[in-house]
């Protein structure tokens, strides 16, 4: 069977999201076009077939946005986070939560072991920095939240060791997340939890804020880094754009 390459996919997924996303704010899409032009990015495998989902849009508009994009979106951290690589948060046999609001001691090392961890991210000192994490999942599940403007201009890498389980990691609009791990026998997936135009409209009939759904979310510019091993399980993103 031919291999596809997936050689710059993560980078160009996020461009076409953007140029989505634009299109659909000034008008150029309707909701209806835009759900199923964000599902078929969000499950494309090659960049031929993201090309597909923009070659209706005249060439100039496309080649406009994507330069604008390409050049707001490079992420160059300011420094390296001062991390206690040594420090380790150990889940056997339970549930623990983590989080991760001061970087400077808070666990570097992940393990879960036949139970459930979750993780959230919420240390302002992480913008514009670059952090890396040891994420072993044996028999369990691990979760990882990192949807929170803590992360604008940081690269956050995850180095994973995953023997039959799940990884679930959240993150927000503007995240390009770069999948170097190696898979045996496991999946993995991202797709997008998107209700954009569906709150607009609720929202804007809605006669009370008590009975409004989430509002949209703010995006954040992140570059997200999975390296390691998967065995057996799934590694799962999930890109929210709503709160």
């Known amino acids: 069977m031919k291999h596809v390459s997936q050689f710059g996919l993560p980078k160009k997924r996020k461009q076409t999201l953007d140029i989505?996303?634009?299109?659909?704010?000034?008008?150029?899409?309707?909701?209806?076009?835009?759900?199923?032009?964000?599902?078929?990015?969000m499950q494309a495998d090659s960049i031929d077939k993201l090309d597909l989902v923009l070659s209706d849009f005249p060439e100039h508009y496309v080649k406009e946005l994507g330069s604008n994009i390409k050049s707001s979106s490079v992420i160059a951290p300011e420094s390296i986070a001062p991390q206690d690589h040594d420090k380790l948060s150990l889940n056997i046999l339970g549930g623990k939560s983590l989080v991760i609001d001061n970087v400077n001691t808070s666990s570097s090392r992940i393990f879960t072991i036949i139970g459930e961890q979750n993780i959230k991210f919420n240390d302002p000192n992480l913008k514009n920095t670059k952090s890396d994490y040891e994420v072993v999942t044996i028999v369990g599940e691990t979760n990882v939240d990192l949807r929170n403007q803590c992360l604008e201009g940081?690269?956050?890498k995850l180095r994973m060791t995953k023997i039959v389980g799940e990884v679930n990691i959240k993150v927000l609009p503007g995240t390009v997340v770069e999948d170097r791990t190696k898979k045996i026998l496991s999946e993995y997936s991202h797709v997008l939890k998107s209700k954009t135009w569906k709150n607009k409209i609720y929202n804007a009939f809605s006669s009370s804020k008590e009975d409004a759904v989430p509002t949209v979310t703010d995006k954040v510019n992140c570059h997200l880094i999975l390296e390691?091993?998967?065995?057996?399980g799934s590694v799962n993103i999930t890109v929210y754009d709503v709160q």
Do not use: C
């Open 154 to 156: 940081a690269v956050v």
């Open 20 to 41: 989505l996303e634009k299109a659909f704010t000034e008008g150029n899409l309707d909701p209806h076009d835009y759900e199923n032009r964000l599902d078929i990015v």
């Open 228 to 232: 390691g091993i998967s065995v057996l």
